[in-house]
């Protein structure tokens, strides 16, 4: 994951590169972003350029061994500590439990939230936390030495989800950091976290993508048509990770156009009976289908209000739903 590989995010890359250059890289940082922002990928590239053997002025290299550990999330100077179901059973007590889990998700797909991390494990729905036991791991894996004579950097995904204890460790070591040691939190959202140790960070805010963006990358990674890309984008509103889902989980947005205009049509001609069929229809699907289906007609309903009174600005439809 290098710079290069992340759509966007001209502002953020930025930012973080002029630290470097600049050497006033703060050792404590939050990055501040919405949900399906590039928070994770982001500090990941960050973490690759700062540990480059041979670093190009704006990005990682890409080859050197550094690199190649970064690439494959195996480098021993990069630690992630993220939120997990804790078991006894099974033994899960700290992320080192679940990191191979961690891995295989990060390396297939970069962009995911916390239901997509517990919908990996099949724990949906269950209680995820960084818990007390984590704080012992992270603290042992900084009193390390460096193993590239770099920095060490822990990657801190969804502070707000430590408990009280863990927190309160943490506040510890960013009072008095272990020696060359990064810490990047992650956040979605500081509500739920110490306000002292927000106030210990160096805040990075990162915006949610643009609709173009989000488009570009969509069509890349998935080969789907330009027309579905920006539905899905538009649909999206900036969040990467829910238009994943709407182009991996649904092959055809055209299915949900198709059955909303047939809907609108019947609806119109006031057909009860045939209405009626169109709900069993929608009741026998699953219920992700119908959640994504709620929301196309959510997204339709929102835009064709702003079609008829801004005169298509800010309107994010395929011509086929324009002219419908
Ligand atoms: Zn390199």
Redesign the pocket.
């Known amino acids: 994951m290098r710079f290069a590989d992340i759509i966007g995010n001209a502002r953020e890359k930025k930012a973080l590169l002029n630290q470097a250059k600049e050497n006033r890289i703060s050792h404590a940082q939050l990055f501040l972003g919405p949900e399906g922002s590039a928070k994770l990928p982001l500090a990941i590239a960050y973490s690759g350029y700062l540990l480059?053997?041979?670093?190009e002025p704006n990005d990682?290299?890409?080859?050197?061994p550094?690199?190649q550990k970064i690439g494959s999330l195996t480098h021993p100077d990069l630690h992630f500590s993220f939120p997990v179901v804790l078991s006894a059973t099974e033994k899960i007590a700290s992320s080192d439990d679940r990191r191979s889990e961690w891995n295989k998700l990060l390396l297939k797909n970069p962009y995911f939230d916390i239901n997509g991390w517990q919908q990996h494990l099949d724990e949906l729905g269950k209680n995820a936390v960084i818990g007390v036991e984590e704080s012992r791991h992270i603290l042992q894996k900084l009193s390390l030495k460096s193993y590239s004579g770099k920095y060490k950097i822990m990657i801190i995904w969804l502070p707000e989800r430590m408990n009280f204890q863990a927190a309160n460790k943490l506040l510890k070591m960013l009072e008095e950091p272990p020696e060359q040691t990064l810490f990047f939190l992650l956040s979605d959202s500081i509500e739920n976290m110490l306000a002292t140790i927000i106030s210990r960070t160096q805040l990075l805010k990162i915006g949610a993508f643009d609709t173009d963006d989000i488009a570009r990358y969509i069509e890349n990674k998935f080969a789907v048509d330009q027309a579905v890309s920006y539905s899905v984008a538009g649909l999206a509103q900036g969040n990467m990770v829910e238009a994943i889902q709407m182009v991996s989980g649904d092959e055809n947005q055209h299915v949900y156009f198709d059955f909303f205009v047939k809907m609108m049509r019947t609806a119109y001609a006031a057909n009860a009976f045939e209405l009626m069929n169109l709900c069993d229809e929608i009741a026998s699907l699953e219920k992700e289908h119908q959640k994504n289906f709620i929301k196309y007609g959510l997204h339709l309903f929102r835009e064709s209000v702003i079609l008829n009174y801004m005169k298509g600005e800010l309107v994010n439809l395929r011509n086929e739903e324009r002219f419908s």
């Open positions: 480059c053997e041979n670093p990682a290299c890409g080859q050197c550094s690199c």
